[in-house]
C-alpha cells in the first residue's frame, strides 16, 4: 500500500465533498432561509448574500456536527410563544452524501488503511448505506491505493428502516413514515457513485431485506464488517449471516451502538451469546469498533 502526498489529498478532498465542507455556506444558506421562514421574519438577501459575515457561529456549528456526525436541528418560536424544535427541518437540511460525520469516516480510513498493510483477506460491506457515502469513500479508498481486487457490497432496502417488530425495537420507529429522508432509491445511490467516478466494477448492490439478501449473497470472506441498520432486527439480520465470515484481524463497525438502543442491545447479545470477549474501541459518543482476534 503506498501513501503519498497526492494520495492523503485525494482522500482528505473525497471527505470535505462527502461530507459537504466545501460549500457548508450554501447549508447555511438554507438554514438561514427556514429559520427567517418559521420565526415569519423577512429574508435579507444581502444578509443570505454575507452569511458568512451575518452568522459565523451557525457556520461553526454546522462544522463541528459535521465532525461528529450529530444533526443541526433549528428552533423557533410558535404562535403561543414556546419553542419548538424543526425535526422535518433533515429532510430539506440533510445535504451530505454520509450522515456518519468526519470521525467515522476517519476510523473507516483506518480500517481500510490496516487490513491493506496487514493483508488480512476479504471483501468490505456496510448494511445500511443511505445516500452510500461510506462505501463511495470504502471504494474511493480502495482506487486510491489501488487494490480494487476486493469488493465493496452495499446492502440497503433502498426503501429506508423497516418498522419495527420485534419486541427489542418496540417505540423505534424509523420507518419513511417518520423519516423518510431515510429511503434512499437505488438509481439516486448509483448516480452519486457515478458523480464520484468511482461506480467500479468491484462495487456490487444488494437491494432488499437484510433478511432476505444477507445469506444468500454471493459473498466469500470479509475484511470489514460495517453495521449501520440502526434496529435490533437489522443489526441481528446482517451480523448472523455475515460475521463468520469476517476474517481474523479483520474488523467489525457498529455505527449505532451509542446512538439507537436496539442496537446496542442487539450488539451486547450477540456477543455474549458468541462469547465475544474482543475489546470494544470507542470511535466517537455514537459508534464502536472491535477487531476479530
Ligand atoms: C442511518 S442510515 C445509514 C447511513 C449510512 N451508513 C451513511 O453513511 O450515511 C440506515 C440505512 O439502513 C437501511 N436499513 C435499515 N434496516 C434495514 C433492513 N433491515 N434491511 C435493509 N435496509 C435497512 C435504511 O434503508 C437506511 O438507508
Known sequence: MKKTTLTAQYLDLLKKSLLNELYVENEARLLY????????????????????????????????????????????????????????????????????????????????EKVLEDEVKGDFIETGIWRGGTCIFMQGLLVAYDATDRTVWAADSFEGVPAPTLPQDEGFDLSPNVLPVLAVSLEEVTKLFQRYGLLGENVKFLKGWFKDTLAVAPIGQLAILRLDGDLYESTMDALV?????????????????????PCKRAIDDFRSQRGIADELHEIDIQSV?????
Open 33 to 112: 432561509t427556514f429559520d427567517r421562514m418559521l420565526n415569519k421574519q423577512p429574508l435579507d438577501f444581502n444578509d443570505y448574500f454575507n452569511i458568512t459575515r451575518i452568522e459565523p457561529t451557525l457556520i461553526d456549528t454546522l462544522l463541528r456536527n459535521k465532525q461528529t456526525g450529530l444533526i443541526t436541528v433549528l428552533q423557533f418560536i410558535d404562535a403561543d410563544g414556546r419553542i419548538q424544535k424543526a425535526d422535518d427541518l433533515r429532510n430539506i437540511t440533510e445535504l451530505s452524501h454520509t450522515m456518519i460525520g468526519r470521525d467515522r469516516l476517519e476510523n473507516v480510513q483506518f480500517c481500510v
Open 289 to 293: 469498533y472491535w477487531r476479530k482476534s
Open 241 to 261: 449471516p455475515l460475521y463468520d465470515k469476517v476474517s481474523r484481524g479483520g474488523f467489525v463497525i457498529v455505527d449505532d451502538y451509542g446512538s439507537c438502543p
